[in-house]
């Protein structure tokens, strides 16, 4: 409707000499305020050198013909000017109907995707390595962005890059062959802790060693230090299969770490839906490097510089840099992260890319778009990696996309139980569990995920977030279980109807009651929601607009009966009463679609009960 209403509009202004991308629309704030607003007048006021207002009137004088012409003319109840010139329009009671019945209907919510490819790399954690905070962030924000993406008719590709390459594992397997032994870690029930734990140790020893004032000492921390990166030459080598298996071991082990957390939190990377877990080793290998190499080379990018290869930005003079040049292959010739991703990118245009968009840059060019979900900490670096693959030309402009989050900082002291300098996801998870079991012992794991994520996903990815537990499972505020809790209580609505025999029905005459009218006008933004967060890579736009929504439901639900009971003076609900019950439960029922359906978006299921 959204789109009809814009066309009309565009059409109309058209004979005032005003361009249609100029004209837009988009929802008051206020809902009581019309369904659809337009600045169109207040943009283009000055060109044509009228007041805001009166260009508005002409306006609106000129939609009223084109109005009348369309099929729309049905669907818009009145328009009026407000303000210093905006434009609004309000959609009579059957448009508004239609609408609920749509999503009664269960109708797909968009599709501008039309099959786009999309490859979304979020969580990544590193073997080996504690399930960190941050990569909780990841999971959290890229499984929605996934999710949101999903709906709106994309092709979603969900990659889980595995971090499972580095000179950290030639630390790690000294220190297991000094300090530790396989068949206690293999039999552990905490592995990868005792892995961390080693890790650390190694570490601690390091620097012990370093600060002691015998020279013996001193020299055994760096003897310590030459094995690791003797041991890590050894495993990229691939010729010594006992330390290849040692390492497969850790992937093993992590990986059941990380298919148990990701169980927990509601998150698969499933290969019968196209999702890929593959892990930067996987790009160490020389057929994926080489081809970088050479298309590095082909437009000259690559600039020797202190014994390493490097792409520079702007130009090789400091002064004049975009930004620090990007290092691809060190003085030993090996290859780091930035070879890796790069080798990444390429595989990943290769296996999923889409020749089917003329950008006019060539026919051989795939089509793909790559979005990383990864802590603001990296920006810096994909900038570099981004506008590398910008002079390869391998992406058009918006393919490629970096989603940055911030960080987790503890405010309750308790929580930051520090374990090697660690915060354990599973002890956050599971403290949320035990106080979610104070709100719902049934289903106190979902109720636990749904307040970890919202928490999450409310604010934009870029900020931090204080973990506050109490802000968190607040029952009334703007949080996940709030949210869960009051589509529970729709339901529970429906339920009641049912037994009273009240049947969802949009048929019956549409009672005047503000509290529900507002409630129909807010869903009824829910698609436009959708693709506006999909097309700005933002969840915090479909969690505010919950927030919102089950606010209009809540007032909706205490201030209007929506099934009548018998009185105290008849026995008996009349008919019209009867009937304008089942209204109200139709649009209980659509607001618990939507709730659900939304919250779904953000990977937070609904429980039963609450
Ligand atoms: N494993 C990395 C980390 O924990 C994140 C990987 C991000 N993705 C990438 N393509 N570089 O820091």
């Known amino acids: 409707m959204k789109q009809q209403l814009l066309e009309v509009l565009q059409k109309a202004v058209s004979d005032l000499g005003i361009e249609a991308s100029t004209v837009t629309l988009d929802f008051p704030e206020n809902p009581e305020h019309g369904d659809f607003t337009s600045n169109v007048a207040m943009v283009n006021a000055k060109k044509l050198a009228l007041s805001p207002r009166v260009l508005a009137e002409k306006i609106v004088a000129e939609f009223g013909k084109a109005k009348s012409l369309s099929p729309i003319d049905a669907d818009i109840k009145s328009v009026s000017i407000a303000g210093p010139g905006f434009i609004n329009f309000t959609l009579s009671a059957a448009a508004i109907t239609q609408n609920t019945q749509e999503i009664l209907m269960a109708k797909p919510i968009s599709n501008i995707g039309q099959g786009r490819k999309v490859l979304v790399e979020y969580s990544s954690p590193n073997i080996a390595k504690p399930f960190a905070v941050g990569h909780l962030r990841s999971t959290v924000i890229g499984d929605s962005i996934a999710r949101t993406l999903s709906v709106l008719g994309y092709a979603v590709i969900r990659d889980n890059h595995l971090g499972d390459w580095g000179t950290q594992f030639g630390k790690l397997l000294v220190a297991i062959d000094k300090w530790g032994n396989w068949d206690d870690i293999k039999k552990s029930t905490r592995p990868i802790k005792d892995l961390v734990d080693l890790y650390v140790k190694f570490h601690d020893e390091v620097e012990r060693l370093e600060n002691s004032e015998d020279e013996t000492l001193k020299l055994a921390a760096i003897e310590l230090i030459e094995s690791a990166r003797g041991r890590f030459q050894v495993l990229e080598s691939g010729k010594d299969q006992k330390t290849i298996d040692a390492w497969k071991i850790c992937i093993e082990l992590s990986n059941k770490e990380f298919a148990a957390i990701y169980d927990r939190l509601g998150v698969s990377f499933d290969p019968n839906r196209g999702d890929t877990q593959i892990g930067e080793s996987f790009f160490v290998a020389p057929d994926k490097i080489a081809p970088v190499m050479e298309a590095l080379n082909g437009k000259k990018l690559l600039k020797k510089s202190e014994g390493a290869e490097v792409v520079f930005f702007g130009s090789e003079d400091p002064k004049e840099w975009t930004y620090p040049p990007l290092i691809i292959e060190k003085s030993d010739g090996t290859s780091i992260y930035a070879t890796r991703d790069l080798a990444a990118d390429l595989y ?33 670096y994909f900038r570099q990696l981004i506008e590398t693959e910008k002079m390869l030309g391998w992406f058009a402009d918006g393919e490629r996309i970096h989603i940055a989050h911030g960080l987790y900082r503890f405010k309750d002291g308790k929580m930051s139980t520090r374990k090697g300098n660690v915060i354990w996801l599973e002890d956050i998870l599971d403290e949320a569990v035990a106080r979610a079991s104070k709100i719902n012992t049934e289903s106190a794991n979902d109720v636990a995920v749904a307040a970890i994520k919202f928490n999450d996903l409310k604010r934009d990815s870029i900020q931090d977030i204080v973990f506050d537990w109490d802000e968190m499972m607040n029952m009334t505020g703007d949080s996940g279980p709030y949210l869960q809790y009051s589509c529970v209580r729709a339901k529970s609505v429906i339920e009641k109807a049912k037994g009273l025999g009240v049947v969802a029905n949009l048929n019956a005459v549409r009672p005047e009651i503000l509290q529900l009218d507002l409630l129909e006008k807010y869903l009824l933004r829910f698609p436009h929601i959708v693709e506006f967060a999909g097309a700005s890579y933002k969840p915090s736009i479909i969690a505010n607009y919950l927030i919102n929504l089950a606010s209009h439901f809540n007032s909706f639900y205490s201030q209007v009966t929506i099934i009548t009971m018998p009185g105290e003076n008849s026995s008996v609900v009349s008919e019209a009463d009867r009937a304008a019950d089942a209204y109200k439960v139709a649009v209980t029922q659509a607001f618990s679609m939507v709730m659900e359906s939304g919250l779904d978006l953000l990977g937070i299921k609904v429980p039963k009960k609450m």
Do not use: C, F, P
């Open 348 to 380: 990943r245009l290769k296996m999923y890319g889409t020749a089917d968009r003329n950008d006019g840059g060539g026919a051989s060019r795939k089509h793909l778009t790559i979005i990383n979900e990864v802590g603001a900490e990296q920006t810096l």
